[in-house]
């Protein structure tokens, strides 16, 4: 019964989300970060529809190319992220935040991550604590640039960025949490731990995407 109001809380949400996208007009500032919320309104209604099909879970080879698109669309966004948050930089400059940014959560991944066999799904979990490194990162960076550029924590590409590295900051604490083997009531807490903090990230993104940027028109 709880997984069934999860899903669909996350499904409306997403939906009223996509509706505040379109009616504001934000998608075409924000392309990677509408077709990642369409992406994960398909794949929310694909999955449940497939098992209710099949009855069993998609099979490993699909799971695979989900995740490994889920991946793809999530670096496209935060590359979206920092291009519109440092515009102001300009030339080559504008692209050395994010090299830098880059190359510190790649020395991140290897020296927390353990050695393992490599195939597709360690890269993904790979790719996936990259990711979230990455998000806080620039989630830390962008706080500091705000005042420099002329930003406001209230404009739309901080809300997004932001909501990105509070959650992101919520899957790192909950990883690190687990190595040091918890009981698994603790991994059920962090579950649904993390499950809140995106539904409620989800809801702020709504609510910012709504309102114009400060200094804009409505």
């Not at 083997?181 to 991994?187: I, L, S």
Request: aromatic letters at 14%.
């Amino acid at each position: 019964m709880i997984n069934h109001l999860i899903w669909a809380a996350g499904l409306l949400e997403h939906l009223v989300l996509l509706g505040v996208i379109f009616k504001r007009k934000r998608a075409a500032r924000f392309p990677w970060f509408t077709l990642l919320i369409i992406f994960y309104v398909v794949r929310s209604v694909g999955l449940v529809a497939a098992l209710r099909l099949s009855g069993h879970p998609a099979p490993l080879f699909p799971s695979m190319i989900i995740d490994l698109t889920d991946v793809l669309l999530q670096c496209a966004v935060l590359a979206e992220l920092s291009w519109n948050s440092l515009q102001p930089l300009g030339g080559i400059r504008r692209f050395t935040v994010p090299l830098l940014l880059l190359a510190s959560g790649i020395l991140i991944v290897l020296r927390l991550a353990p050695s393992v066999h490599w195939s597709l799904r360690t890269i993904l979990v790979l790719m996936h604590f990259l990711l979230s490194v990455l998000m806080v990162e620039w989630a830390i960076v962008l706080a500091f640039l705000l005042r420099p550029f002329r930003l406001s924590w209230r404009s739309h590409v901080a809300a997004i960025s932001f909501g990105f590295g509070v959650y992101s900051a919520a899957l790192l604490a909950g990883g690190g949490y687990f190595t040091t083997g918890r009981e698994m009531r603790d991994y059920v807490f962090f579950s649904f731990f993390r499950i809140v903090v995106y539904l409620l990230i989800v809801i702020f993104w709504s609510v910012s995407l709504w309102f114009s940027e400060p200094g804009s028109r409505a």
